[in-house]
């Protein structure tokens, strides 16, 4: 059973850092691309970021170029997608989600991806 499980969410000031980090399970990264994407209140879910693994590919956001970096780490047949963010802004403040869609191309649209984590919350204030 596919399960993507987000955490590392938080409370930051402007320019700070964080890193989410998404275990994910259940499936044969080869075969897959894992995105993060991130609600803010009353907008759209949006793309930030994508990663292919078959392909050693990524693609980011023009808003966060940059700034963010994604990666996948194996360890133990663990697999964790981490995104990597610095020089945080208040309009990065969004829940965040991880997903993994059934292709070993990367999308930035919501509606590819078939398989969401709950989201950890991000927020940027001083």
């Known amino acids: 059973q596919l399960q993507l499980v987000e955490s590392g969410g938080g409370l930051v000031q402007p320019g700070e850092s964080l890193r989410l980090s998404c275990a994910a399970s259940?499936?044969?990264?080869?075969?897959?691309?894992v995105g993060w994407f991130r609600q803010a209140p009353g907008k759209e879910r949006e793309g930030v970021s994508c990663?292919?693994?078959?392909?050693?590919?990524?693609?980011?956001a023009d808003s966060v170029k940059g700034r963010f970096t994604i990666s996948i780490s194996r360890d133990n047949a663990k697999t964790t997608v981490y995104l990597q963010m610095n020089s945080l802004k208040p309009e990065d403040t969004a829940i965040y989600y991880c997903?993994?869609?059934?292709?070993?191309?990367?999308?930035?649209?919501?509606?590819?991806?078939?398989?969401w984590g709950q989201g950890t919350q991000v927020t940027v204030s001083s």
């Open positions: 997903a993994a869609r059934a292709n070993i191309w990367c999308s930035g649209r919501v509606g590819d991806f078939g398989s």
């Open positions: 259940g499936f044969t990264l080869d075969y897959y691309s």
């Open positions: 990663i292919s693994r078959r392909f050693g590919s990524t693609n980011y």
